[in-house]
Structures are given as structure tokens and as C-alpha cells.
């Protein structure tokens, strides 16, 4: 059993900044694949991050959405058990309901991901 905690969240205007942070359990938190995904009212949840290790080369690799390329990055903390996800360059069409996810494979889906957290608004207006 895995527990996702996200949080961070808020109000901001277009333009600036925030950091999600995603707390994580369970024992083999650096194997897992996680990602980010949101959900704006009236519309499906969609994939906007993911992370995940490739053993034949050894290091992890990660993944962005087409809307978000350039200006989200994901990483992790496998010490503390923590995925970031840094938002730059806010566009009020990024304004959702923020989900972290754990799972397995490169995460692009949401039928890579056996758990989710309970989510951190995001909001962005002026």
C-alpha cells in the first residue's frame, strides 16, 4: 500500500511560480514511477508529468505534456520520499486540481499508476 500526499497548491497570478511537493510511503519508493496529473473542471484528468528509472542506462528519465514541456520540471527525492513538480511561467489554462500518482512504466497513463493522492488545487488569475 502506497500513501501520496500532495500539497502546495494556491492562488497565483499568470506568470509566477510554484512547487508541488508530493510525500510518499512505502518501501521501495525509488523503483516506483511517479507522475502528475490534473484535472480542470468539466474536463477529463490529463497527464503533465512523470519520472521514472531506466536500468539499462541508469539513471531516470522523465516526461512533460505537450502544454507544459518547458516550463514544469518533475524530480524526486528518493531520500525523503518526495516528487517535486516546479511550475513556472503560470497560464491561467493550468488553473486544476493537481494529482500525484505512483505506479509503473514511463507514467503517460493513467493505467501506469496503481495509486493517487487526494490532490492540491491550483489556481491561476489575475
Known amino acids: 500500500q502506497v500513501q501520496l500526499v500532495e500539497s502546495g497548491g494556491g492562488l497565483v497570478q499568470p506568470g509566477a511560480s510554484l512547487r508541488l511537493s508530493c510525500a510518499a510511503s512505502g518501501r521501495s519508493f525509488s523503483t516506483y514511477t511517479m507522475g502528475w496529473f490534473r484535472q480542470a473542471p468539466g474536463k477529463e484528468r490529463e497527464f503533465v508529468a512523470s519520472i521514472w528509472w531506466i536500468g539499462v542506462v541508469g539513471r531516470y528519465v522523465d516526461s512533460y505534456a505537450d502544454s507544459v514541456k518547458g516550463r514544469f520540471t518533475i524530480s524526486r527525492d528518493n531520500t525523503n520520499k518526495t516528487v517535486f513538480l516546479q511550475m513556472n511561467s503560470l497560464k491561467p489554462e493550468d488553473t486544476a486540481v493537481y494529482y500525484c500518482?505512483?505506479?509503473?512504466?514511463?507514467?503517460?497513463?493513467?493505467?501506469?499508476?496503481?495509486?493517487w493522492g487526494l490532490g492540491t488545487q491550483v489556481t491561476v488569475s489575475s
Open positions: 500518482a505512483s505506479g509503473s512504466g514511463t507514467g503517460r497513463h493513467s493505467y501506469d499508476y496503481n495509486y
